[in-house]
């Protein structure tokens, strides 16, 4: 049997800074060869960035993202890297683009992957199975792929696959078999969930199991506006077997040396006898066609033997923690801010981003503000001051009353209006400073106070992201009770153990306005993540007169998390739901 | 040949307000029957509104559709309208429903269309054709139909029909042909777009020439959310004739005689011969089951004959206007709110959005603000009074100086941080209204400063609505000019006249910031309308300093547009781009 040796390049990409992502392509090709790897794969998308969204529709993009194909592919050859077979995600395209994304969906654009060698695009393959739930919206932008592309590299056939080929039944991986691959290379921009790694292994052992063959599967890490990559890339021997698997939200190359069938050797299902066929479930027919290329390709021998290991799964806390971090720091510098500026409220949710932001970019660029009213109590100014001295986070305080007072003074407010008056004020401070010395203003508020709206609109909602987006108020306490247990506290405990309060009036506690969050959590998760019902929240045991009360709050609250007014939509293609530019667009239109 | 009279039910509909929806059903089905017809239509999800969004996925939603279409088809019954066919869009599910969205992409769920007869739900049809481009992401939400529902009334072959069916070629239509219907019902939420009414008339011909059928196109009116639909419903014979047409963003009922072949006799496409055939420019082939209910159904003669008649089309500024005024009073009365609160500048924008809320809610829903500092000149002041008085709106002046000096006074700022804090202290203020008077806020900013991020974010940005946020800054002139010609001019000429400006700081103008208007709406319309490249707009004629001035300033307001801060997610379900609910939800889970 012949060895391959294969190197996953677990790397970083940003959307549209398609020169920066072929340097990286180059760098870490260049790492694969001086390891003796004969082939290595990079993830989906990784020339364009992963999710372009609307900038799929734009044909200067896609041509750039073909031209930079070709160009990567001679410069390579001229790094001396020509004999390397290098596995690349980018976008295609079959014919012209059509103008507009309203003239035909997908319009021929295509989720691509490309094996190059020798100065040249050896094969190419289209995504087959596209995703269109949850974050993804592939049907709006993509054509999908009918064939499959083996390559046969010193007579070993590899398979090209990408994402979610690996996610559905039927179509590649069945292909693969019928072709009697020895190898499936599967290139993914897989978002980080919590708990996703315990999904995405038995996946990879069954699919392999499925195309009786190995498989690679190397995913993206890194942040991109709103989504996070973990890494977490696997290699599995036909019978699935675990055979290597790389760390979670680390940049790495994963390199090992897989034991390949010769192709003309290889288990062939439709001409292997039975007790030499692979174990599937169900033998799912697939209807693609098989796009066959040889390479004159050398599997020259290595003199040692590569294993590249199996790392540990790390804790859940740990896990979200490096997804918070890791988004908000490739936020931070993939936009070209040098810093960030947030309120520091003494409260538990502006600590938890204040570590956050530390832990992603270091002291020096985090300013923390004390923003004190008349309200604020002793303690909430000693917790925020202590914060910034366990963390070294730039310090500054701006009382808030005499703007207030100025309000106050000139206008007739009363109740709520005088509440939210001194949020707003609070944000006016932050947008301040963040025009006076160019942070970026990170958000505080976290997922249970967004979903049933305990916040105010234009007030501490302001700000250019927010690392709590996502989290729930109880694992935002879970959080910083693990990262205190993680080198120095970075936290202070009282921030931990007080009960929350807005303090936007005297003694005012969330308990006044909420129910706990330790029931208020369950019903969001199952409203909001698992869009259950009333009946349904009732028979899983919650309260019936707390799920009517928070089910009115959430629902209530959509109209504070559309900040960006709507309007009516009179060209169709207006800013908002139908036009989406990723917000990190490095691409620039030829200057 | 039997006389069938249809009527075209051209109404309003909400998001989520099923039982409300219900009774707008039988209210204009009372009406239909009054007028002697034997059928009436109406739009796409008029039981549930349109757009549902990610309510589609909660199960309660659809049982709560499937159970209100059968409660519907009996409450007909007990109004006495149970001879009456009566047509109508809903949402149904083949199976029970999965739990999340996740689980599986459209899941069974069905944008579907029902025939109601005596009392019971006499006949289905899923829709086949599922846009996915632009404002609609029907491939998320449904699964696709494929069979053609075809129902014989008193011996006249009619088949039903969704929406996208009929703007894409093959499917229901060349079914409907193959099947030898007289007719062709085609239920719609077509959303307006400017011009539209230019495209539908063609298409509708084409594809009754093509089903060598009669079509009945009925299109719902009304603002939902950042949509608005206006009606436009069409007769067309089998040859192409126009028979009749209804007008544009009016509520009404279009009530027309069709002398229809009785089933028989009808053109069966195979069976007839060439000469009879009608001529369709190409034969698609298509792979649709066709379901045949025959109903025990009387076609009672009508001793009158009824023509629907063909209302002629309104100009573009009409047009546009009725869509801005429909799209904002559906959205106040919709959601609920007594009235809006707007800051009036004295400039052209916020004398528009005045006239527009003017227009929707009449004067006295409608409060002004002046918001003066001292850099506002006389003529600011004295044109936005003037505004107040030729609309009789309520007006009131808040000075910002104060607020300003105390924020001044307490912190450091200078430049770019002083002109946004002026727009901040004023979004302050009004949403400090809003919270003391309950007023929603309306943004006043247009579609060309959105696009190149010419405002303050949570400053003039600041507000629940935006009518201008899909309008061309040409264009508000061009509406303005048009609107002053209609009656009483609301517009002061002033405001119509004088150079814009933000007034932030002393004898700023916006073409110190800007190109002219002139040449950067051309620009704007091309690079975000029709996704152009900088080399296609240099092509199309304009300057290319200019095209990179603004693709550079387009790019970089992607921050501001999105001004709900991003953050990571972390259960891939948080509230964002992929959690999309209506804001006028109106469905209440069981209380």
């Not at 993939?334 to 938890?352: C, E, H, M, T």
């Not at 120095?488 to 929350?500: Q, Y």
Request: hydrophobic share 40%.
């Amino acid at each position: 049997m012949p060895t391959l040796r294969i190197a996953l390049a677990q790397v970083n990409s940003t959307v549209g800074d398609i020169p920066g992502n072929a340097a990286v392509i180059r760098r870490w090709s260049r790492a694969a060869a001086d390891s003796g790897a004969h082939l290595v794969a990079f993830p989906e998308m990784m020339l364009t960035g992963y999710p372009i969204e609307d900038l799929v529709f734009r044909n200067s993009f896609v041509d750039a993202s073909q031209r930079a194909l070709r160009a990567l592919a001679a410069d390579l050859a001229a790094d001396g890297l020509g004999e390397l077979a290098v596995v690349v995600g980018y976008v295609d395209a079959d014919g012209p683009a059509a103008i507009s994304s309203e003239a035909a969906p997908g319009n021929g654009r295509r989720d691509a992957s490309a094996l190059l060698h020798r100065g040249e695009v050896a094969a190419t393959y289209f995504k087959h199975h596209l995703p269109n739930y949850g974050v993804f919206d592939e049907d709006r932008h993509f054509e999908p792929g009918d064939s499959l592309t083996v390559v046969r590299l010193g007579g070993v056939d590899v398979a090209l696959t990408v994402c979610e080929d690996i996610w559905q039944a039927g179509g590649p991986f069945t292909a693969a078999r019928r072709a009697g691959v020895g190898l499936v290379v599967n290139i993914n921009a897989s978002p980080y969930e919590l708990n996703k790694d315990d999904v995405r292994l038995p996946l990879v052992r069954r699919r392999a199991a499925e195309a009786g063959a190995a498989v690679a599967y190397v995913n993206m890490i890194g942040g991109q506006d709103e989504l996070v990559f973990d890494g977490d890339s696997i290699i599995v021997a036909a019978d699935g077997e675990l055979l290597a698997r790389a760390g979670q939200f680390t940049e790495e190359l994963l390199v090992h040396d897989l034991d390949l069938p010769l192709a003309d050797a290889a288990p062939n299902a439709e001409l292997a006898t039975d007790a030499a066929k692979p174990q599937v479930e169900q033998e799912i027919p697939d209807d693609m066609a098989i796009d066959q290329i040889v390479l004159d390709f050398a599997l020259t021998a290595n003199e040692d033997r590569r294993e590249g290991g199996v790392t540990e799964r790390i804790a859940d806390e740990a896990e979200v923690w490096a997804a918070l971090v890791m988004g908000l720091r490739d936020y931070v510098d993939k936009n070209g801010f040098r810093s960030v500026v947030l309120g520091l409220s003494g409260g538990i949710d502006s600590a938890v981003v204040a570590a956050i932001a530390v832990d992603a970019l270091g002291p020096e660029r985090v300013t923390g503000v004390s923003l004190p009213s008349g309200y604020s109590s002793e303690h909430s100014k000693d917790d925020a001051a202590d914060m910034a001295k366990r963390t070294g986070l730039t310090y500054r305080v701006e009382p808030i009353q005499p703007m207030v007072d100025a309000f106050l003074a000139n206008m007739s407010l009363s109740g709520l209006a005088v509440e939210n008056l001194q949020a707003r004020v609070r944000g006016v401070i932050l947008m301040a400073l963040s025009n006076q010395d160019g942070h970026l203003v990170l958000t505080t508020g976290n997922k249970s106070e967004l979903a049933v709206g305990y916040s105010t609109l234009y007030g501490d909602s302001v700000g250019g992201y927010n690392p709590l987006k996502d989290v729930p108020k109880t694992m935002v306490w879970q959080l910083a009770r693990w990262r205190n247990t993680q080198g120095d506290p970075p936290i202070p405990e009282n921030s931990i153990t007080k009960p929350p309060s807005a303090e936007l009036r005297p003694d005012q506690k969330d308990s006044d306005s909420l129910p706990d969050y330790e029931v208020l959590d369950p019903i969001i998760k199952g409203y909001v993540d698992h869009d259950l019902g009333r009946a349904e929240l009732i028979a899983a045991g919650n309260d019936p007169a707390l799920v009517d009360r928070v089910l009115r709050m959430v629902d209530l609250a959509e109209y504070k998390r559309r900040q960006s007014a709507p309007g009516t939509k009179i060209s169709g293609k207006a800013f908002g739901r139908d036009r989406r530019l990723p917000i990190t667009n490095r691409f620039r239109e030829g200057n």
